[in-house]
T-cell receptor
Framework: NAGVTQTPKFRILKIGQSMTLQCTQDMNHNYMYWYRQDPGMGLKLIYYSVGAGITDKGEVPNGYNVSRSTTEDFPLRLELAAPSQTSVYFC????????????FGNGTRLTVT | DQQVKQNSPSLSVQEGRISILNCDYTNSMFDYFLWYKKYPAEGPTFLISISSIKDKNEDGRFTVFLNKSAKHLSLHIVPSQPGDSAVYFCAASDQGAQKLVFGQGTRLTINP
């Protein structure tokens, strides 16, 4: 029972490089999310999706892009990495039911230098 | 604009005693409240939740209390165990939005 799987676990990028953080879930959840967690801070929502082909901005979307071509996958793209994007990124999914808890992956720790 | 606040960054409790973690919110539209627990190098895991139509929900050693008039909720852990040492996040969502807003977290340390 894999749940939510994120790859890679760690990555170091140089300023201006690009990369894609991968996220896949095997629970057939319609809703998927990307959060980032900065040191000493809570999780802030970057983007979310309520189903394949539908995405929307969260609280901190600048510098990121997402796509949702299948129910299972929700990749997060960084086009021009900046030091401010150094963070731990968490992907999550939930069923389409109000109040349902989110199921999180184990995160990707990204450092931009 | 911090809609969900956990004002205590850390809390230290003796094993066997009660741990009380607090959370305040500002958005009166929030109708679901959840607590998550996070160990280092892992994602947050769901612990317990409460809807706005209740004022208490219990699950084993964990109880969440909701005071809507004060816009305050708390998580009680009784008795506290060493494995409870983790960071605890309070989160809230409003009707149908299915987007969780998180507090900053409280690091709980249980001392033997």
């Amino acid at each position: 029972n894999a749940g939510v799987t994120q790859t890679p676990k760690f990555r170091i990028l140089k300023i201006g490089q690009s990369m894609t953080l991968q996220c896949t879930q095997d629970m057939n959840h319609n809703y998927m999310y990307w959060y980032r967690q900065d040191p000493g801070m809570g999780l802030k929502l970057i983007y979310y999706s309520v189903g394949a082909g539908i995405t929307d901005k969260g609280e901190v979307p600048n510098g990121y892009n997402v796509s949702r071509s299948t129910t299972e996958d929700f990749p997060l793209r960084l086009e021009l990495a900046a030091p401010s994007q150094t963070s731990v990124y968490f992907c999550a999914s939930s069923p389409q039911k109000p109040g349902s808890p989110l199921h999180f992956g184990n995160g990707t720790r990204l450092t931009v230098t | 604009d911090q809609q969900v606040k956990q004002n205590s960054p850390s809390l230290s409790v003796q094993e066997g005693r009660i741990s009380i973690l607090n959370c305040d919110y500002t958005n009166s539209m929030f109708d679901y409240f959840l607590w998550y627990k996070k160990y280092p190098a892992e994602g947050p895991t769901f612990l317990i939740s409460i809807s706005s139509i209740k004022d208490k929900n219990e699950d084993g050693r964990f109880t969440v209390f909701l005071n809507k008039s004060a816009k305050h909720l708390s998580l009680h852990i009784v008795p506290s165990q060493p494995g409870d040492s983790a960071v605890y996040f309070c989160a809230a969502s409003d009707q149908g939005a299915q987007k969780l807003v998180f507090g900053q977290g409280t690091r709980l340390t249980i001392n033997p």
